[in-house]
């Protein structure tokens, strides 16, 4: 990870006891406290209950060490030295229907290669064709921002979304930009395939006749980057079902969850969506870790095995930084 510009936490709650943010409803969990002006280790340790030393050890300070407006506290008091795991967040995603999910896989092995006529056109009639859709190309249609409305999809068993909002976009949807924008400044807008997406509307496409020229290519987009003006999306090609994420100090050591959050807060101030060039996320991933799955759950296990296998524990990841500024 490149060394990042450290960002002050902003201050999320006034008051001394409207500071801690508790990740646990159990009394002998791990809570962050954001320090507000004129806190001391021992006012906020006094507060908490729990031993002034305790605090200095577990976030790697010494007593008397003064404390900024907004900078976060792990509050502890366990006794076993482990986190305990703390309430799990529920979400909805989609999986991909078998064919889909092969013809996203056929599409990404075409990766640098030509599709059809090199044009954005052309790789999106390549993939319709896998899964025997309209025929595109020689239809005299050319117009990508219209591809929605020049085809009879219906005919086809597929689903034609005008202006889709980000939970109407999925993966394996064709999808088409309107002329103008920054992804489409011409006259005929702009197309693609979306392999992956996540509830903040980043996604992972493949285009062709974009940055990497006349070729199939995968990108990074987000939603308001180009007005979308619609997605094409194969009936009965997704499944709703529920993913369980567990917080990311689950199964930590104490000072592993605190060294940890140290670095996420310093990396990209917490944001599961913060981008600086290829380094993605709360964690500033190199995007390649996170192979098209930027979704939360998948930055936290990239993470964690990154961090395994390159350190040993996010302790020693701290370390690290600390001395070089990054990890």
């Given at each position: 990870?490149?060394?990042?510009?450290?960002?002050?936490?902003?201050?999320?709650?006034?008051?001394?006891?409207?500071?801690?943010?508790?990740?646990?409803?159990?009394?002998?969990?791990?809570?962050?406290?954001?320090?507000?002006?004129?806190?001391?280790?021992?006012?906020?340790?006094?507060?908490?209950?729990?031993?002034?030393?305790?605090?200095?050890?577990?976030?790697?300070?010494?007593?008397?060490?003064?404390?900024?407006?907004?900078?976060?506290?792990?509050?502890?008091?366990?006794?076993?030295?482990?986190?305990?795991?703390?309430?799990?967040?529920?979400?909805?995603?989609?999986?991909?229907?078998?064919?889909?999910?092969?013809?996203?896989?056929?599409?990404?092995?075409?990766?640098?290669?030509?599709?059809?006529?090199?044009?954005?056109?052309?790789?999106?009639?390549?993939?319709?064709?896998?899964?025997?859709?309209?025929?595109?190309?020689?239809?005299?249609?050319?117009y990508a921002q219209n591809i929605?409305?020049?085809?009879?999809?219906?005919?086809?068993?597929?689903?034609?979304?005008?202006?889709?909002?980000?939970?109407?976009?999925?993966?394996?949807?064709?999808?088409?930009?309107?002329?103008?924008?920054?992804?489409?400044?011409?006259?005929?807008?702009?197309?693609?395939?979306?392999?992956?997406?996540?509830?903040?509307?980043?996604?992972?496409?493949?285009?062709?006749?974009?940055?990497?020229?006349?070729?199939?290519?995968?990108?990074?987009?987000?939603?308001?980057?180009?007005?979308?003006?619609?997605?094409?999306?194969?009936n009965g090609s997704t499944t709703?079902?529920?993913?369980?994420?567990?917080?990311?100090?689950?199964?930590?050591?104490?000072?592993?969850?605190?060294?940890?959050?140290?670095?996420?807060?310093?990396?990209?101030?917490?944001?599961?969506?913060?981008?600086?060039?290829?380094?993605?996320?709360?964690?500033?991933?190199?995007?390649?870790?996170?192979?098209?799955?930027?979704?939360?759950?998948?930055?936290?296990?990239?993470?964690?095995?990154?961090?395994?296998?390159?350190?040993?524990?996010?302790?020693?990841?701290?370390?690290?930084?600390?001395?070089?500024?990054?990890?």
């Amino acid at each position: 990870m490149n060394s990042k510009k450290i960002q002050q936490i902003t201050l999320l709650f006034s008051g001394l006891l409207l500071g801690w943010l508790a990740l646990s409803s159990k009394a002998d969990a791990a809570t962050y406290y954001v320090a507000q002006a004129g806190d001391t280790l021992d006012k906020i340790a006094q507060e908490a209950g729990i031993d002034v030393n305790k605090l200095a050890s577990d976030n790697n300070l010494v007593t008397s060490r003064h404390l900024e407006a907004g900078q976060k506290l792990l509050i502890s008091t366990q006794t076993n030295g482990r986190s305990t795991p703390t309430s799990a967040q529920t979400s909805t995603t989609n999986q991909t229907s078998d064919d889909v999910q092969a013809a996203l896989t056929t599409l990404g092995n075409q990766v640098g290669k030509t599709l059809y006529n090199g044009q954005c056109y052309g790789l999106t009639a390549w993939y319709v064709d896998q899964l025997k859709g309209p025929t595109m190309m020689g239809s005299g249609h050319e117009y990508a921002q219209n591809i929605g409305e020049d085809y009879d999809w219906a005919a086809y068993g597929w689903t034609v979304t005008e202006y889709p909002t980000i939970d109407q976009i999925h993966p394996g949807d064709v999808i088409c930009w309107e002329a103008g924008g920054s992804l489409s400044p011409g006259i005929y807008g702009h197309t693609g395939v979306v392999k992956s997406i996540d509830s903040n509307g980043n996604m992972v496409t493949y285009e062709q006749n974009a940055g990497a020229g006349q070729i199939a290519y995968q990108y990074n987009r987000t939603y308001n980057q180009t007005r979308i003006k619609s997605v094409i999306h194969k009936n009965g090609s997704t499944t709703t079902t529920n993913t369980t994420t567990n917080n990311p100090s689950d199964g930590l050591a104490t000072n592993d969850a605190q060294a940890k959050e140290w670095i996420a807060q310093r990396e990209s101030s917490g944001s599961y969506t913060a981008q600086d060039g290829q380094y993605y996320g709360r964690y500033q991933l190199n995007l390649s870790y996170l192979n098209g799955d930027l979704s939360p759950a998948n930055q936290e296990i990239t993470a964690n095995r990154y961090v395994q296998n390159r350190y040993g524990s996010w302790t020693a990841a701290q370390q690290f930084w600390q001395v070089n500024g990054w990890y």
